[in-house]
């Protein structure tokens, strides 16, 4: 991954950037290996107050390869190489103290993408996203901390495009960064016949979290994660969801962030 960024362009407040990639897993899955190979460009400004805005395009070229015989049908469909031609707007407002180990403020996100149509590409799709996050401090002794995440989003098909085409971009939860007591990808829809992740077209996350200073820069943690995905768009009915509760630690080795957490699923 190779990124640039010129955050004055022509010495004002403007930003102007670019991102190539090529990216090999087979960790998403024992039945395939996937490469996405591609790259976007965006510009970035100040709109009005503390409200940034990013505009970008972006193109990418996805290829399922070594996929195993013994896969399930939805993904021997998936087979091959395609690609897909998108724009993209964001919406920013991000006030918090520090990005690490943020003690107060907050984060509005709104992202839009739409793909294909006049485009091209041969995947045809839009998404909307909204994400907050609020901090609150509690106490000043220990730095006592209480971070409130919220996040929903839609992504549907219009075109000629299926329901298995935009397998890639449909939404999961599940490992470190979402519902911390499931494995990766392990919230949602599944294909009946051999549990394989599906994933969905609506999805809906909530998280609290209580975290205070052992000895600075160690923090411990405590949380709650809940979150639901269903199958079709703009279905935001809660009643499949699942939820965990753990604890952990905030560290910062060699000057990098870390955090172990241990998540205990409680709804499954």
Do not use: C
Not at 60 to 86: C, L, R
Request: aromatic residues 16%; proline residues 4%.
């Amino acid at each position: 991954s190779l990124n640039f960024e010129e955050p004055w362009l022509f010495e004002k407040q403007l930003a102007l950037g670019f991102e190539l990639h090529r990216i090999t897993s087979d960790y998403t899955s024992s039945y395939y290996e996937q490469i996405t190979t591609g790259g976007s460009i965006y510009t970035r400004k100040r709109l009005f107050e503390l409200f940034e805005g990013q505009l970008s395009y972006g193109y990418d070229q996805i290829n399922y390869t070594d996929i195993s015989p013994s896969a399930p049908a939805f993904i021997q469909a998936i087979e091959g190489t395609y690609g897909v031609s998108k724009v993209g707007f964001t919406l920013l407002r991000d006030t918090r103290d520090k990005i690490v180990n943020t003690t107060r403020g907050n984060r509005l996100e709104l992202i839009t993408d739409f793909a294909g149509g006049p485009l091209g590409g041969e995947r045809n799709f839009y998404r909307v996203e909204a994400r907050g996050a609020q901090f609150v401090p509690l106490f000043k002794a220990q730095a006592q901390v209480l971070s409130i995440l919220l996040r929903a989003g839609v992504i549907e098909k219009f075109g000629d495009t299926s329901d298995n085409d935009l397998f890639y971009y449909n939404y999961a939860l599940g490992g470190p960064t979402t519902l911390r007591g499931f494995e990766y990808r392990d919230v949602g829809p599944k294909d009946k016949a051999t549990s394989e992740p599906i994933g969905g077209k609506s999805y809906g996350f909530l998280s609290f979290e209580y975290s205070v200073d052992i000895v600075s820069p160690v923090r411990f943690a405590v949380f709650y994660d809940a979150g639901f995905v269903n199958r079709d768009a703009y279905d935001f009915n809660p009643s499949s969801y699942n939820d965990n509760f753990g604890f952990g630690i905030r560290m910062m080795v060699m000057g990098s962030p870390m955090s172990l957490d241990y998540g205990i699923p409680l709804t499954t």
